[in-house]
C-alpha cells in the first residue's frame, strides 16, 4: 500500500500535502513523487497521465523560467495546463543543473507509473476542490493503466460552510472517492496565528485522514 500526494492547484498547499505525507506515514523516509512539490492543477495530472509516454526534455524550456522570491526559479512546464516547479532550480543556475532537473522528473514519473502498475493499493491525496468530470477521467486512466490496483481518491479541503457538497451522490457511490472538509475537525492551537499557507495547511488536523484511511484500508 501507498499514499502519494497528488498536490494542489495553489502554492503553499502543494507542497504541505507532500511533507505531511512523509511525516505522518513515512517517518520521512520515503522517495519523492512526481507531484510532491508542484504547484499543479487536477487537469494537468489527468494530461500527464493520459501521455503513452513522457519525454521531460520537452517539456521543460529555458524560455519558461523566472527568478522568484525564495532565491530560486520558477520553471513552468510546456504544454500542460499548469504545471509550475518552484523550488527545483537555484537561481543561478548552469546547463548542468538544468540536465539534472529534467532527469529528476523523468525519473518521478518512471516512478509514479510504475507505482500505479504494480502497487495492489494506493490512496492519493489532493487539496482543494476539483472538477467532478476530470476525477471521474482520473479513475478510468488509473483503471486502464492497472485494472487490478484498488485506487483511493481523498479529496481535502476547508470550507467554512461544513453543509455544501460540491461533489454529486454519483461520485461517491460509485467510485472509491472521500472528500474532507478539515473545518469538521479541530484545527491546530496555532491556525489563527499562521499567514502562509505552508505553515496553515499544517494545522489542519490531517490525523483524521489518516485515521480514515487505517480504516478504510481494514476493510478491504
Not at 520558477?74 to 504544454?79: G, I, P, Y
Not at 516547479?85 to 518521478?108: A, C, G, M, P, V
Request: proline content about 1%; hydrophobic content about 35%; some cysteine.
Amino acid at each position: 500500500m501507498k499514499i502519494i500526494s497528488l498536490s494542489s492547484h495553489n502554492a503553499g498547499y502543494a507542497c504541505a500535502v507532500a511533507c505531511i505525507i512523509k511525516q505522518k506515514y513515512y517517518n520521512n523516509n520515503c522517495n519523492t513523487n512526481f507531484c510532491d512539490y508542484l504547484e499543479i492543477s487536477f487537469k494537468s495530472i489527468v494530461q500527464l497521465l493520459s501521455l503513452e509516454n513522457l519525454s521531460i526534455n520537452n517539456k521543460l524550456s529555458s524560455k519558461n523560467i523566472i527568478s522568484n522570491k525564495d532565491s530560486k526559479s520558477t520553471v513552468l512546464f510546456d504544454n500542460f495546463d499548469k504545471i509550475y516547479s518552484h523550488h527545483d532550480l537555484i537561481q543561478n543556475y548552469s546547463e548542468n543543473d538544468f540536465n539534472d532537473l529534467i532527469k529528476k522528473y523523468e525519473r518521478r514519473y518512471n516512478r509514479l507509473i510504475n507505482d500505479i502498475k504494480t502497487e495492489d493499493k494506493i490512496f492519493f491525496i489532493r487539496y482543494g476542490i476539483e472538477n467532478e468530470d476530470l476525477i471521474i477521467n482520473f479513475f478510468k486512466i488509473i483503471e486502464s493503466i492497472n485494472p487490478n490496483l484498488k485506487m483511493y481518491f481523498i479529496n481535502t479541503y476547508f470550507d467554512e460552510d461544513i453543509n455544501k457538497s460540491y461533489y454529486s451522490d454519483n461520485l461517491t457511490k460509485s467510485y472509491n472517492f472521500y472528500h474532507i472538509n478539515f473545518k469538521n475537525f479541530s484545527l491546530g492551537p496555532y491556525y489563527n496565528n499562521k499567514i502562509d499557507l505552508f505553515e496553515k495547511t499544517f494545522e489542519y488536523n490531517w490525523d483524521k485522514i489518516f485515521e480514515i484511511i487505517k480504516s478504510i484500508n481494514e476493510k478491504i
